[in-house]
C-alpha cells in the first residue's frame, strides 16, 4: 500500500534476510542495502541538508551490529509509510532525510547523512547508507554526535514542524568528542554542550527515542533512564516488535499533528490488515505517548476496516 508517489512493491517477511526472524526483513532489502564504500554524496564532512517543506522528518538508524535489520525493515515498508502520511492525510507537504549513526569510536562510517527527499528517490538515498554491523560493545554509540550533526547542520523553513526520529537501543557518549567534531568538520563543542536539548529546541521537543530491546535481548533500565532523562520521558518509546517500527513512527506522526488520536490510529492499522497481535503491541508502546496530549478538537474522515467510511470528531492536542 503505497502512494503514487512511490511506485514499487511492499516487502514483508515472507522472505526473511535471516538475520533475525523476529525482525524478518526480506532478501530484497538484503540485496539492495548491501554497499561496504560509502558514497560521496552521504558523507557528512562539510555537508548540510535542508529542507523547504512544512513537515521535514529525519530518521537516524543505529546501523550497528544489534540495529542493523532495522534499516532494512524500513526499507522494506518505506512505501507503506510514505503512502500512509499521504493517503491518511497524517502530513501536508513533508520530505525524509535518512541518516545512519554507529560508533565514532571504532567504526569507519560512524556518520552518514543522507538529503531530504520525497517518493521513490528516497529508495536511492537507503540504498546508500552502508550496514557496517560493528559498534564498540560498550552500551554507548555515537548518537550525541548525530544529535550534534543536526544541530549544526540541518536546516529547515520558518515555521516548519521537524520531527526526528532515532532508532537504536544503546546511550549516547555523555559528551560530544572535540577531535570527532573536528574531523567531521563540526565546530568545537562549548564546554557543556547538551546536544540532545539543543537539537529539542531547533524542533519544538519532537526528538523521538524509539528504543529497542538491548542486543535483541531485554530492555535496560539504565539505558531506558538516560534516554528519559535526555528527551521528553514520553517520547522514549520501547519497541514491542521490530516490526513494528514503521507502525510506531506513523502512530506518533499522526497524534503529534493532531490527525488522529491513539483509538482512531488503531482504526488505520486495522484498515491496512494488521494483527491484533501487532496493534496491541503499538498500541502499549504508545499509551505514554498518547496520555500527555492535551485534548483538542480534531475533525476528519477515519476509514475503519470492513465497513463504511464514517465521519470522526476526536479530541487530541499535543503539549
Keep these: ?29 538484503a540485496e539492495k ?27 537516524m538508524l543505529d546501523v550497528t551490529g544489534s540495529n542493523i535489520d532495522f534499516a532494512r525493515v524500513v526499507y522494506d515498508k518505506m ?31 560512524p556518520l552518514q547523512i543522507g538529503d531530504f527527499a520525497k517518493g521513490i528517490e528516497l529508495d536511492s538515498w537507503l540504498e546508500k547508507i552502508v550496514l557496517e554491523g560493528n559498534g564498540g560493545g560498550q552500551r554507548r554509540e555515537s548518537y550525541e554526535l548525530a544529535a550534534y550533526y543536526l544541530c549544526c547542520n540541518a536546516k529547515f523553513a520558518p515555521g516548519s514542524n521537524p520531527i526526528v526520529f532515532f532508532i537504536g537501543d544503546e546511550m549516547p557518549y555523555a559528551k560530544v568528542s572535540e577531535h570527532q567534531a573536528e574531523k567531521f568538520d563540526l565546530p568545537k563543542p562549548e564546554g557543556g554542550y547538551q546536544p540532545f536539548r539543543q537539537l529539542r529546541e531547533k524542533v ?12 535483541g535481548r531485554q530492555f535496560e533500565d539504565d539505558i531506558t533512564s538516560c534516554w528519559t532523562k535526555l528527551l521528553v520521558p514520553e517520547h ?84
Design 79 to 109: 512505501p507503506m509509510f510514505y503512502g500512509q502520511i499521504e493517503q491518511k492525510g497524517y502530513l501536508e507537504d513533508f520530505d525524509i532525510a535518512f541518516c545512519a549513526v554507529g560508533d565514532a569510536y571504532s567504526d569507519k562510517y
Design 1 to 29: 500500500m503505497g502512494g503514487p508517489t512511490y511506485d514499487r512493491d511492499v516487502y514483508g517477511s515472507s522472505s526473511s534476510s535471516g538475520w533475525g526472524s523476529s525482525f524478518g526483513a526480506s532478501s530484497y532489502s
Design 33 to 59: 542495502m548491501s554497499s561496504s564504500l560509502l558514497h560521496s554524496s552521504m558523507l557528512p564532512n562539510g555537508k548540510t541538508i535542508e529542507s523547504k517543506t512544512k513537515n521535514p522528518i529525519i530518521i
Design 236 to 319: 522514549v518509546v520501547r519497541i514491542s516488535e521490530e516490526k513494528a517500527i514503521v507502525d510506531l513512527m506513523l502512530g506518533i506522526i499522526s497524534m503529534v499533528s493532531n490527525t488522529r488520536s491513539l483509538d482512531t490510529y488503531k482504526i488505520d492499522m486495522l484498515d491496512r490488515g494488521q494483527t491484533q497481535k501487532r496493534i496491541e503491541g503499538v498500541t502499549n508502546s504508545l499509551k505514554n505517548l498518547s496520555t500527555a496530549l492535551v485534548p483538542v478538537k480534531v475533525t476528519g474522515t477515519i476509514a475503519k476496516a470492513g465497513s463504511s467510511n464514517r465521519k470522526a470528531t476526536q479530541k487530541g492536542k499535543r503539549l
Design 204 to 215: 519544538n521537543d519532537n526528538v523521538f527515542m524509539l528504543l529497542n530491546k538491548y542486543n
